[in-house]
C-alpha cells in the first residue's frame, strides 16, 4: 500500500524560478525547496530557498543558487545542517548552518567562506555532501567541482573532471564517491575521494596541520595515527618547555 502527505507549496518568489529542487532532511524535520534559473549559456544563475520547519510549520526563505541538506554529529549529536552555494562578481560562495536547536556551547560554527572561481562566465549549479567524509562538492554550470572541507569551510582543490554538462546525481552506495548524470542520457559517472591520501595532501600540499588533524581525529583515515602521534608529540614537548 502506498501513502501520502501534504507538500509544502513554495513561496511565490521561490516558485517562480525554472527548476524547483525538493530537499528533505532524513526524519523528515526539515525542507528545503530551491528555486533556480539559469541563462542559455550557463554562465549566471539567480536562486532562492525555501526552508521549511515541520514541527513549527514555518518557513523562511534563504538567499543562494543551489543548497542541499545533510546530518552531521556536532559534539555527540546529529544535528541538521542546511549548505548553500552563491556566486558574486566572479567569486564561489559556500555557507553552512545549523537548523536544528542547541544546548549552550554545542552549535556548529556557521561557515561563510568564499574562492574566486577559475572562469568568470560560470556558476554553482549543484551541492553535494559526502556522509562519510567532512566533505561538500560545489558543481557548476560548466561542470566544475570545486571541494571544501565542512568544519572549517577550508577550500580544497577544484577540477574539471567533464567534457560535457553533467549534474550531481546523489552520493549514494560508495559513501566517499559522488555519482552524477547527464542530462537526457543513462550516462553516469563516479568520482571518489582518494581516502589513502587525503591527510597527507591536506599536510603536505596545503600545509594545514590544524586541519589534517581534524580531519583525522573525525575519520580515522590512512595517516591519522602518524598526524595525532606528531600532534601529541608537539603538545608533550612543549609542556616540557614551559616547566
Known amino acids: 500500500m502506498a501513502s501520502t502527505s501534504s507538500m509544502i507549496r513554495p513561496l511565490t518568489d521561490v516558485g517562480r524560478h525554472k527548476d524547483l529542487r525538493i ?6 524535520k526539515w525542507w528545503a525547496v530551491n528555486g533556480q534559473t539559469c541563462n542559455n549559456q550557463g554562465t549566471s544563475a539567480t536562486g532562492l530557498i525555501q526552508v521549511y520547519d515541520v514541527t513549527k510549520n514555518e518557513s523562511r526563505v534563504v538567499p543562494g543558487i543551489a543548497c542541499c541538506l ?4 556536532v559534539y555527540d549529536r546529529m544535528t541538521t545542517l542546511l549548505f548553500v552555494c552563491d556566486a558574486s562578481k566572479g567569486k564561489l560562495i559556500l555557507r553552512i548552518q545549523q537548523l536544528d536547536p542547541s544546548l549552550p556551547g554545542t552549535a556548529f560554527e556557521p561557515v561563510d567562506v568564499s574562492v574566486d572561481m ?3 562566465n560560470d556558476c554553482p549549479s549543484a551541492i553535494q555532501v559526502l556522509d562519510s567524509l567532512p566533505i561538500v562538492a560545489i558543481m ?3 561542470s566544475m567541482l570545486y571541494f571544501f572541507e565542512i568544519h572549517s569551510g577550508t577550500y580544497l582543490f577544484s577540477r574539471n573532471f567533464f567534457k560535457e554538462q553533467w549534474r ?15 542530462d537526457n542520457t543513462s550516462k553516469i559517472h563516479r568520482v571518489s575521494i582518494n581516502t589513502d591520501d587525503l591527510i597527507g595532501y591536506v599536510r603536505q600540499v596545503l600545509k594545514n596541520d590544524t586541519l589534517s588533524s581534524s580531519i ?5 583515515l590512512p595517516g591519522a595515527d602518524d598526524v ?3 600532534d601529541m608529540h608537539a603538545e608533550y614537548k612543549n609542556i616540557a618547555i614551559d616547566e
Open 140 to 142: 557548476t554550470t560548466h
Open 118 to 120: 577559475l572562469s568568470v
Open 216 to 220: 583525522a581525529i573525525r575519520t580515522g
Open 23 to 28: 530537499y528533505l532532511e532524513k526524519e523528515e
Open 228 to 230: 595525532l602521534f606528531n
Open 70 to 73: 545533510a546530518e552531521r554529529d
Open 168 to 182: 550531481v546525481w546523489s552520493n549514494a552506495d560508495n559513501m566517499n564517491s559522488f555519482l552524477f548524470h547527464r
